[in-house]
């Protein structure tokens, strides 16, 4: 089998898969592209978040992605006109400005409103869940064009700055063998920060407390559920709002910590990753995370050979690669893994299906 | 804040007076306009400072007036022309995406399947530039089709071998079929002697233009083919029939000895055939070549042209005819009235609201009859968190 592969690539395959691992075990620790992997999971994992809130509670949301887009827009043109009218004077850790924080709140707000808007059409009105979603994305692509064309084209000069990173002190950065790990995580802007402490929470609270309890059972069988006391459609309301918040910190971040300006479908699909990091992280926080973080150092791949070239045959296999695959590498990852996954990763029992009370007839 | 549940039946045991299967869309049409006037209303408004009450009227005769629906002949002939050659990649995309909710599938990747075919067709049409012109085109068209059906036979076969739910795979390989073209189009198929990086002239596999008209091309012909081949495959063969049961309950289609497997993989492969088409037709009709950025909104109106349609191969043409319209006559609309194009994306979104929410549309109308949504679609909800179906 190898004889063959060699025979027709000229390229020893195992060999070069080996040159891989050693290549990754010696580049992630490099400062820039760990740096990088955590930085690029963010708006994932929030993303991914809002998901886990959703299909925990029984409703498919594959409007992530409009989520995220509507709210990065929300944000960025809140902090803009904020920047203009108020000004901003950066004060305290992470360059935080008073137009940066209406930019948040606004972003999260817009979050909310959208999810509402998902969680009336799946859950009281009973349409289909992912027509719901669908209309979500098609609606924040639309919203977002109309409104660029006429608040963001006039006002070229509009927006509300950029939240910076902490700067770890050497102290940390110097421990060894762990140190580059711990100021990865560390020397992240507010919203990574808070993206990270957010997975671990919602990790602990959905299966260490009542309302987690309460919030899987719903997804599994909310018939059950109602039978002990559980107003079904309340938690699942209050569940896909609560999962606004963390979609549209996404947005946030993508327009008020990762770079400072909107352009039209800046999510580049990002909402749908974290939609597979729901699936591969089998519905758990932290299992999200690490599929983030796949996908993430997927993408931080390009960025490590930049920093630090492959050499010997490693390198030309790589280097034949053309730049726009590699662009592809985290959607190729997620079908791959999608189709090996599946079979052991099971969705809440009662995903995606609309729930009645029954009645006497 | 849900209403109080408790004196609802559940929504399959509600009474309905079954009614004409159209009402409801057309009436989320007219609805979605008057929502869309009011934006218009509140654009006028923040742009020009003052309430413009004729604003939406103007807007919209205008929209009419480019879309060809005026008394100047040779202004109706050239946008009646531009709505059917918008229209026609719409009926085709329309197709792709209503065949695959039959079998109760949502091809979220026609988008995808679009572009591969538009891909292979500016490359096999450049490659083959100078055969007989009948041949070229055949061979153009043919490696678009079978582009289209290979983008469209992998979550198929994935969905049916592995269970990975077509709405996230479908969605992946979109974002892949932009990067691939955005691969080809600078490296294996760029063409030398231009000032940016597109694919070669295609000489002979260029489809000739009809009636003399300004953009009229022949490929408009196979989305009025299409139309009557695929509602004879769903009502008058056994596969239709097959199709269609997997669709409305795929279990009791697995009892009666049908293959869903089998049946999946088709249906996707026909939708990416069907996808693939008409990304073929746009390039050997339109635009001639291929660039590195090639964007449409083809994939995204598609969704909204079948579920307006009912994913009924008549309701898709008159979707499609409509959407046609829009895009057609947004671009007057902009220069007449300085009301952005995109507000027809705003309008799509409206209008696909209204039917998901049919609520919403009986409660304004006061009708009590008809459904928005289609019956197949909870067999694509459903299926999203189970396994593998075979």
Redesign the interface.
Known sequence: MEGLANGLYGIPVLGVVFQLVGYLVAVIPEPTVSHQIIFLATPLILGALCGIMN?RSGV?N?GIEGMMLSSAFAAFVAAGLANEALGGTPWGAFGITVPLLIGVVAGVINGVLVSTLHAW?S??????????G??IN??A???T??L???IITPNPHLGGGIFSAWTVPDAITSIPVVGWLVSAFLGQGPIAMSALFLMLLLQVMLFRSRWGLRTRAVGEHPKAAETVGIDV??LR?RNVVLGGVFAGLAGAFLTLESQASFQLNMT??RG?IA??AV?IGRWTPVGAFGAALLFSAATALQVAIGVNPPTGQLGSVLGAI?S??F??LP??V??IV???F??RS????A????Y????R? | ???P???????A?RRFVPGPAALVPILAVVLAFLAGSVLILL?GF??VGHLDLLLPVTAYLALLQGAGITTDPAQATNGLVNTVVQAAPLVLGGLSVGLAFKAGL?N?GAQGQFLMGALAAAGTGAAVAGWPGPLAILAAILAGCIAGAAWGF?PGA?KAF????E???T??????AA??V??LV??PLLATGFSFDRTGDLGNATLPILFGTRNLHLGVLASVLAVPVIWFLLWRLTLGFEIRTVGANPSAARYAGMRPAFLIVFTMSLAGLLAGLAGSMEILGITHFMNASYGTSVG?DS??VA?LGRAHPVGIVLAALLFGALRAGAGLMQIKTHI?V?????I???V??FI??D?IVRFVFRVRTGHG??AE??T???S?????VR
Do not use: C
Request: no cysteine.
């Open positions: 299909e498919v594959i059409l859950i009281t009105i009973r349409a289909d869940q992912i027509i719901s669908t209309i098609i609606a692509v639309g919203a064009g109309y660029h064309r006429i459609i309340r309301y580049a699909g749908f939609l597979a699936i053309p726009q695959l662009g592809a959607y190729i997620t079908i999608l189709a090996g599946i079979g099971v969705a809440p029992a995903d995606g299906q609309p009645a009370k029954e009645v007839s | 804040m849900p209403p549940q408790d004196e609802r039946p559940p929504r045991g654009t923040a742009t949502f979220i992998i994935l592995t269970g990975a739910h709405v996230v795979t969605i992946m390989l979109n974002t892949i990067s691939v955005g691969w600078t490296g995204f969704i909204t579920l952005p995109e507000i027809v994306d705003v799509q979104a409206i696909l609201l998901a929410a609520v949504g289609l679609l909870q694509v909800t459903k999203y968190g189970e396994g593998a």
